[in-house]
């Protein structure tokens, strides 16, 4: 039979004052001393006690033990604690309730701590947490890539000086913790690559608001650097390809004022002179209004677009200007192939190419257009005898204002930018150009578009 939890305790008092009296009794007529009868009357009443409480004290000592695992995260499955007392079944109930409680709020912590884990290690900018001595308590992969010399989980423990091999790191991580501010600066990696680093360093702070260490975040900005250079670049040459013509402008214009009008010849060639030069200004101008336009993302609407028709339309308007220069200029358009763009972009692309060709090529010369028709893509080839490009320049000739020969391409009246347009339309057309050329003898320009299959042309 079970006893109640709160019958144990009367039937314990009880029991114990009836056994403390029993024996003191039978002490006093064994003529046992007092001090004795005291002993052995204290001695029942805790045989009885430990007798009615051995069984709920394990019961409480199973459940501190248990809360004690759970303290000490120790999640492994227990054994129940079977009890059939009402006040120790609560008990049980409530502790076995706070267990799964905290199990359930620690397996939920880690998940979301795990999450945030994979999330800083995803991350492209490189994160370094440390302590207030600047060593490392974090690291995502990033951070590892970024120094390169050891993996991310290496750096846990080290300082940052050690980890990275950067004092300027080093210094701004320290003045960070020291004055308890955000420090931002831009950092110069030379290994495992050149690059620059945008680094901004928050500090970290506890509950009395002390600061407790730092975290250094890391941005690649190498690209947006390069781009900034190129857009600096590009003003300054624009700027003065702009000046170029304006000035000669300007002074054939004064020459005229000053009495060049009152000479015939001399006045129409100077006229002649400031026509070329407003010439070769509106291409340039046109060639950097499309290069913007293109920039900002504005696109034709695609079109089903005939290889062949747009190269023998390019020969056939330039052919004027090679007999004019004494250059053969042919055309073998025959691929009946079809690419999805504006027809206008490849007819410009196209034109270009052999506009160079023509420009940089000697009388007596050839140009060639020759269009192929592959499985996946259509190539259209611009072939000439020209003067060739050294190998050391052909990774720049699409650059803009990057010139193989800078009189010549001015004497004729390029304006620098045609290849880089050229290189604008085939990427904006899903496509590629290439270079082989060997100097001296001649240059061959390829371009690659995606072919459009039969059934993907509209109303097909």
């Known amino acids: 039979m079970t006893v109640p939890l709160r019958l144990r305790f009367v039937l314990a008092a009880a029991l114990g004052a009836l056994a403390a009296f029993a024996l003191d009794a039978a002490g006093a007529r064994w003529g046992v001393a007092p001090v004795w009868r005291l002993v052995a009357a204290l001695a029942g009443a ?105 993996p991310h989980r290496s750096m846990v423990g080290m300082t940052i000086v050690e980890a990275t091999l950067n004092h300027t790191l080093d210094a701004m991580v320290r003045s960070c913790i020291e004055t308890g501010t955000v420090t931002e600066g831009v950092l110069d990696l030379f290994e495992p690559r050149e690059r620059s680093v945008s680094a901004v360093i928050i500090p970290r702070t506890g509950p009395g608001g002390q600061v407790t260490g730092a975290v250094a975040v890391l941005h690649d900005i190498t690209e947006i650097r390069r781009v900034d250079r190129l857009h600096r670049d590009f003003v300054a040459n624009a700027s003065h390809e702009l000046r170029t013509p304006l000035a000669s402008i300007k002074v054939m214009t004064e020459s005229l004022l000053n009495g060049a009008l009152d ?119 611009v072939e000439d005898t020209g003067i060739g490009i050294a190998a050391e320049h052909q990774q720049m000739v699409f650059e803009r204002f990057f010139r193989v020969d800078v009189v010549r391409s001015r004497e004729s009246g390029g304006t620098g930018l045609g290849l880089s347009i050229v290189r604008q339309i085939v990427r904006s057309l899903g496509g590629d150009v290439s270079l082989r050329s060997t100097l001296g003898e001649g240059s061959t320009f390829t371009i690659a578009l995606p072919r459009l299959k039969q059934e993907e042309a509209p109303g097909v």
């Open 46 to 150: 805790w045989l009885i006690g430990f007798a009615l409480w051995r069984q709920p004290l394990r019961v409480l000592e199973r459940v501190a033990r248990r809360l004690r695992r759970i303290l000490a995260r120790d999640l492994r499955p227990q054994r129940p604690i079977d009890t059939t007392d009402p006040v120790l079944k609560d008990l049980v109930s409530s502790a076995q309730e706070l267990t799964d409680f905290i199990r359930e709020s620690w397996d939920a912590a880690d998940r979301q701590l795990g999450e945030i884990e994979s999330i800083v290690d995803d991350l492209a900018d490189a994160v370094i947490a440390t302590d207030a001595s600047s060593r490392i308590t974090r690291a995502n992969v990033a951070a590892g890539q970024f120094f390169g010399h050891l």
């Open 263 to 381: 000479d015939p010849e001399l006045g129409r060639r100077f006229v002649q002179s400031i026509a070329e030069s407003a010439e070769r200004l509106t291409a340039l101008v046109d060639d950097l209004l499309f290069l913007a336009v293109r920039e900002a993302g504005h696109t034709e609407e695609g079109a089903v677009v005939d290889v062949d028709a747009v190269a023998q339309s390019v020969a056939e308007k330039l052919q004027p200007a090679a007999a004019k220069r004494g250059i053969a200029l042919e055309c073998e358009a025959a691929s009946g192939a079809q690419v999805a763009g504006d027809p206008t972009d490849v007819w410009r692309a196209i034109a270009n190419l052999v506009d160079n060709a023509i420009r940089y090529t000697d009388p007596g010369g050839r140009a060639r257009i020759t269009t192929r028709a592959r499985e996946d893509r259509v190539e259209i080839e």
